[in-house]
Each structure stands twice: as structure tokens, then as C-alpha cells.
């Protein structure tokens, strides 16, 4: 699904989140462990209050272990738990009903001190587009989704689903916009498939992975286009894979476009092995420069 986000998109997305975070105790903020910065949403703070939340770090079989683990780290330094998972294979899905009964372990302790049922907890699932918010109900759901009827103040009918016997989630997640106005975001969300091609200069974006990939893991490149480093004249290494690859046009000419398609898909089909593009070390150099 691609949507268009238009300030008009934007406040209704914002307001149909709120309505439903009425409804639940908890939010399962869904992000790409590829990028565990870019993937979020720049006013999920805003957006869900105070809301508990627990962080869902998502794809992270496409993900690079050692960045998910530092990732983590970082998070829960910033009082935020989070756990890494697979959706699509169902793995570490039990991770998310634990922390989550961790998180609001006091509130339901106080609960039962004023002698109220013990109840399930229930959970929304906010994401930006694509970053498996639909995979995960479906993995969580299995046959146990359970509808309910009108909740007060919200008019469409909402269903839950029974995850366990201690979770219900709400069957339909909450979409927020991703931080497109930073460039290099776009392109890194771009990389991922997170944007449609076509609103994307290849080229641009090839340049951007290629340079990303002589920086974090030279290695790889070496191993799979036989560079470690990105000529300062850009038109050198496009030659290179070119002739590596075969990749002529007509008339023997290296046929550039074909090249930056080739570089876009080999890192999106993991050939250069599972990369995340958000650096914790980054990260914390950018805090540490904002904060002098
Ligand atoms: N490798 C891998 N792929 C995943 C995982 N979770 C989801 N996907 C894939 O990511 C793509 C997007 O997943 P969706 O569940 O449609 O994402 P969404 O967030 O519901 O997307 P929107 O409907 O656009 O908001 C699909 O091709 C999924 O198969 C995962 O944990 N690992």
C-alpha cells in the first residue's frame, strides 16, 4: 500500500490513533530493525501521550544481530524496552507478551490491591506503512480473532484478538507517517522498500547504498563487486560492476541505469547478507554534537 502523506492525511491518522488508544493499555510502536530510527514515526511521542509502549524491532532476520543487540541497549537506556522478532516466521513472537505484561506489571498490581479482576491487557499495533504491522496480527491472531461490539466513543465496531489468554489486540493497526524530510531517511527507507521505486531517483539511491556499504561493511562489498571503497568519480565504480556484471546496453556501452537496478536489488535481496542501516554509534555521536 502506498499512501500520500498530506497534512490533511497526516491530522487524520493522528486522530484515528487517539480514538483508539482509549481502548488500550499498552502500544506495540512496530519498527523495521533495519531502521530502528528512520522506521519510527517523528511524533509518536506526541501522538500516544504517556501511553505505555513497548518497541517491536521487526524484521530482524534482515537485520545485522550485533546493531539489533546495541539497538536494544540503547532503548532500554532510554527507558524504553524493546524486543526483536520475525513476523513473517513467527519468532520471538512470545518476547512481546512478556514484556508487555512486565511493563504494566505495577499498574496491574494495583489493580488486584483494590481488589479488581485480573484481565487481559490490551494492545494496539502502530506502525509506518509497511514495516509488517498486517504480518504480525496475522501471526498473532491464528484463528482467535473475537469480535466484539460497539466500544463507547469509538463508532466502528472494533474486533480484538485473543493472543493467548493475556493479550487482546485491536485487529486493526494505527498508521503514522515515516520522517520523509530528512533526504538520507528517504533513501535509506527507500532501500529497505519501505518507498515505491518509482518516486526515487535509482541512481541516487544506488550511489547512497553503495557509499553505505564501503563505510559498514567493506567486506561484503569487496566479496560481491570486488571494491572496497566508491570512486570519488562515481561513474569509475559504475564502470566497474558494470563490466563485473555484464551490463551493456546496444551498443557495448555499460548500460548505467541497469547497473544502479542491480546494486538497489542485491541489497534489498540481501546478497551483501543482513544489514541495518541505522548505527547505534551514529546515533549517539549525533546526540552527544546536539547536546554541546
Ligand atoms: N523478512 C521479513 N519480512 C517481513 C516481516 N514482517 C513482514 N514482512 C514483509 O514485509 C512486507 C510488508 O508487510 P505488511 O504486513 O504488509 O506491512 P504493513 O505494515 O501491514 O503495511 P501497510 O499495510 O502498508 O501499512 C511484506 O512483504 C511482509 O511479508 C519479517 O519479520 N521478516
Not at 32 to 55: T, Y
Request: charge should be positive.
Amino acid at each position: 500500500m502506498t499512501i500520500q502523506w498530506f497534512p490533511g492525511h497526516m491530522a487524520k491518522a493522528r486522530r484515528e490513533v487517539q480514538e483508539k488508544l482509549k481502548l488500550v493499555d499498552i502500544v506495540f510502536e512496530l519498527i523495521d530493525a533495519r531502521l530502528p530510527m528512520s522506521s519510527r514515526n517523528p511524533m509518536m511521542d506526541q501522538v500516544i501521550n504517556q501511553k505505555p509502549r513497548l518497541l517491536i524491532l521487526n524484521k530482524a532476520d534482515m537485520a545485522d544481530d550485533s546493531e539489533t543487540r546495541k539497538w536494544i541497549e540503547y532503548f532500554a537506556q532510554r527507558g524504553h524496552m524493546a524486543v526483536a522478532i520475525n513476523s513473517l516466521e513467527g519468532k520471538g513472537l512470545q518476547k512481546v507478551t512478556k514484556a508487555a505484561q512486565e511493563i504494566l506489571k505495577e499498574k496491574w498490581e494495583r489493580m488486584k490491591s483494590r481488589g479488581m479482576k485480573p484481565r487481559a491487557i490490551r494492545a494496539m499495533i502502530i506502525g509506518i506503512p509497511n514495516v509488517g504491522k498486517s504480518t504480525l496480527i496475522n501471526r498473532l491472531a491464528k484463528k482467535n480473532i473475537a469480535k466484539t461490539g460497539n466500544m463507547p466513543g469509538i463508532t466502528k465496531a472494533q474486533q480484538w484478538i485473543k493472543v493467548g489468554k493475556d493479550i487482546e489486540l485491536l485487529d486493526t493497526p494505527g498508521i503514522l507517517w515515516p520522517k520523509f524530510e530528512d533526504q538520507e531517511v528517504g533513501l535509506k527507507l527507500a532501500l529497505t522498500g519501505a518507498i515505491k521505486d518509482t518516486i526515487i531517483n535509482m541512481e541516487d539511491l544506488a550511489v547512497y547504498g553503495l557509499k553505505f556499504l564501503s563505510i559498514h561493511y567493506p567486506n561484503r562489498l569487496e566479496e560481491r563487486y570486488g571494491i572496497t571503497s566508491v570512486d570519488e568519480e562515481l561513474v569509475n565504480t559504475f564502470d566497474h560492476i558494470g563490466k563485473r556484471r555484464k551490463v551493456f546496453g546496444p551498443g557495448g556501452e555499460i548500460d548505467y541505469d541497469q547497473v544502479a537496478l542491480i546494486v538497489v536489488r542485491d541489497i534489498r535481496n540481501q546478497h551483501f547478507g543482513t544489514i541495518t542501516f541505522d548505527s547505534v554509534d551514529e546515533e549517539l555521536e549525533k546526540e552527544a554534537l546536539a547536546e554541546q
